[in-house]
């Protein structure tokens, strides 16, 4: 049997799929099993998203990011004249 009929046997999804019961997953069977006893309430499809943070201005990050720059900038231009001594 070669390498590759081996694979092919060892998964067959097929088979799988086709099969006629399906074993609920470790999680589903918690879920029911906590559920039979206290289900849950009520959930709303979207919840209410509450007040919105107010945003700041792009002009404040567009001065950080540029003062970031200019700060690595001037740090590697003192890092060069340091190391050259």
Known sequence: MSEQDHWEREFDHGWADAAAHKEP?????????RWRD????PVPFRADPGPAAPRRSSWV???V?????AAVIVLLGYAQVRGGR
Not at 25 to 33: P, T
């Open 25 to 33: 997953s470790a999680r589903a069977r918690m879920l029911a099993a």
């Open 38 to 41: 206290h289900p849950p309430g």
């Open 61 to 63: 990050s567009t001065v």
């Open 65 to 69: 990011v540029l003062g970031c720059v």
